[in-house]
């Protein structure tokens, strides 16, 4: 998570916004993202979540976690911006070691 603030400040410095948006915003979108996808491992009176499943969705937590950022903080710019989003983004996990996997770069 060190890398949402510097993802973010990129951005809104260094790319262009189809429409501007506000970093409360764009996280929001964010969570909200990561929250449609979470949902039903969150328990309650009619959804019982065993550690079985809980356990099945962790190796899918980071290829989740790199999309809804894309989806989101990435869905922000123009097409030209996109491409400077994704070396950017990839570079930032790089610097933190994180590896997605299943996933490269280009």
Known sequence: ????????????????????????????????????????????????????????LEPHMLPLFVFCVTWSLGASVDAASRVKFGDKFWELLQEHGVEVPGMEHG
């Not at 060190?2 to 809104?12: M, N, R, S």
């Not at 501007?20 to 969150?42: E, H, K, P, Q, V």
Request: aromatic share 8%; hydrophobic share 40%; proline share 4%.
């Open 1 to 56: 998570l060190d890398f949402l603030e510097p993802i973010i400040t990129y951005v809104h410095r260094r790319l262009t916004e189809v429409a501007a948006t506000m970093t409360n915003g764009i996280l929001m979108g964010f969570t909200r993202l990561m929250d449609c996808f979470l949902s039903r491992y969150i328990p309650s009176e009619q959804n019982t979540v065993g550690k079985d499943r809980i356990e099945a």
